[in-house]
């Protein structure tokens, strides 16, 4: 009986121990809770490392393909558009420029310069001469036309007395000599010579014009000039130069200056112009004159004003330029044709 009760016993014991070894195998087979969870997480990154891998990869084929496209030129197309596009700015600018030149120059046409041919040499003179005789004290001047232009070939001598503040006339011979005035003609004041006194009657938006006053006239001012002739503005003065077809200053100076009389060089006075050096004189002080540069400076007033203290006028000496002085410089006139 005992022993039949252990039996039972030992049997049991064996049974018990079977099953839980077959339980414990079966446990470690199954995946349970948060294993399977780690487990896709970690198939999850491994399909990033994927799309890593295949951006990677995209990016690479992209670069070769920015590589292939250079090596198959369409880069080098797109560089060579760009020259093509500079190249054509380049031509748009150099046709820009040539439109300009051409501009400049039937602009030259439309101011209708009419190139003056060189009439003057040492031995011939086929320049075009006239006259004209200032019927207010009957001096007779010789003229020259030189391209659409007549000008007076002489300096002005006319005697313009209307008084200033301290002298008894506003023209005046260099050194007060009347051989002078016979030699370069008279030099006058500005106000002289926009005829600030209104004694001609065509004068009457002049008068009144002088040192401190700003007289803003546009129109032709005949001035201290004689009748049918008036004094030049600067735009006649560079229609001289135009019509003589020269833009050197210097060799501007050598065709106007006359062939005698210039301490420094004399000129070649190819027009007919003969430009004189008559010097200037200038009132610095408000009183007496002083005359200056006699046989170096020719002086040639203009009725273009600076403002109310100053005025242009064309400045002959080795060089020839437009210039500006204050008006109570005297220098000297050459009229021009109506």
């Given amino acids: ?3 039949s009760r252990l039996w039972v016993l030992v049997f049991s014991a064996f049974i018990v121990f079977a099953c839980s070894a077959d339980s414990s195998s079966d446990m470690s087979l199954q995946p349970v809770g948060d294993d399977s969870s780690s487990i896709e997480t970690s198939s999850s990154y491994s ?17 070769e393909k920015s590589s292939s496209s250079r090596k198959d030129g ?11 596009s500079q190249d054509a700015s380049s031509s748009s600018t150099a046709k820009s420029s040539e439109s300009s030149g051409e501009s400049s120059s039937s602009g030259k046409s439309s101011s ?13 003179d086929t320049c075009e001469y006239g006259s004209v005789k200032d019927e207010r004290d009957g001096q007779t001047y010789k003229t020259v036309k030189i391209g659409s232009q007549w000008w007076m070939a002489e300096n002005l001598n006319y005697a313009y007395l209307q008084p200033t503040a301290s002298e008894d006339s506003s023209s005046f011979c260099y050194n007060n000599l009347p051989e002078n005035c016979e030699k370069y003609g008279r030099l006058y004041l500005w106000s002289a ?16 014009c002088g040192k401190g006053v700003e007289c803003k006239v546009s129109e032709t001012v005949r001035g201290v000039c004689p009748k049918g002739w008036h004094v030049p503005d600067s735009s006649e003065w560079l229609t001289l130069r ?3 077809d020269e833009f050197s200053i210097s060799d501007w ?12 060089e004399n000129g070649t006075d190819e027009y007919g112009f003969s430009a004189l050096p008559g010097g200037f004189a200038s009132f610095v002080d408000g009183y007496d004159p002083h005359y200056e540069y006699e046989g170096q400076y020719g002086r040639f007033w203009s009725t273009f004003e600076m403002g109310d203290c100053c005025a242009v006028f064309l400045n002959v000496f080795t060089l020839a330029m437009l210039d500006d002085l204050p008006k109570f410089y005297a220098n000297s006139i050459r009229c021009v044709k109506d």
């Fill in 1 to 3: 009986m005992k022993l």
């Fill in 47 to 63: 399909s990033a490392d994927e799309k890593s891998s295949s951006s990677v990869n995209s990016s690479s084929s992209v670069k």
């Fill in 74 to 84: 369409s880069s080098s197309s797109l560089e060579e558009k760009s020259s093509s």
């Fill in 112 to 124: 209708s310069i009419v190139l003056a041919t060189p009439c003057k040499t040492d031995s011939t």
């Fill in 193 to 208: 010579m926009m005829d600030s006194a209104g004694v001609f009657p065509e004068n009457t938006k002049t008068k009144g």
């Fill in 242 to 244: 135009d019509a003589m």
């Fill in 253 to 264: 100076s050598k065709k106007l200056k006359s062939t005698s009389g210039w301490s420094d």
